[in-house]
Nanobody
Framework: QVRIVESGGGLVQPGGSLRLSCEVTGLVFSEYHMFWYRQRPGSEREWVAV???????????DYADSVRGRFTISRDDDKNMVFLQMNNLEPEDTARYYC??????WGQGTQVTVAS
């Protein structure tokens, strides 16, 4: 059974930083592309970042234009974890953030609120 647990969300002021973590169990983590998505209030879930598995020939990392240069995705295949470092946060980044394994399995999400 695949289990995905996100953590690290919270309330932060504009310009601040947060680091989200996602731990995955129940599959061979290193074989899967890892995604971060978010869902803002009143909006559909949107893709934020991807870090491809090392077994692919695709470009290693990609970001949505709205977060490129501010967010950094990384993974630790030894610990079955993926991270999202979020810097220079803006109120528009307020959302529930979801970790996904291959866009097949999803966590419950962690809430990020950016406000003064």
């Amino acid at each position: 059974q695949v289990r995905i647990v996100e953590s690290g969300g919270g309330l932060v002021q504009p310009g601040g930083s947060l680091r989200l973590s996602c731990e995955v169990t129940g599959l061979v983590f290193s074989e899967y592309h890892m995604f971060w998505y978010r869902q803002r209030p009143g909006s559909e879930r949107e893709w934020v970042a991807v870090k491809f598995s090392d077994v692919t020939s695709y470009s290693d990392i990609d970001y949505a234009d709205s977060v490129r240069g501010r967010f950094t995705i990384s993974r630790d295949d030894d610990k079955n974890m993926v991270f999202l470092q979020m810097n220079n946060l803006e109120p528009e980044d307020t959302a529930r953030y979801y970790c996904s394994v291959g866009r097949t399995w999803w966590g419950q999400g962690t809430q990020v609120t950016v406000a003064s």
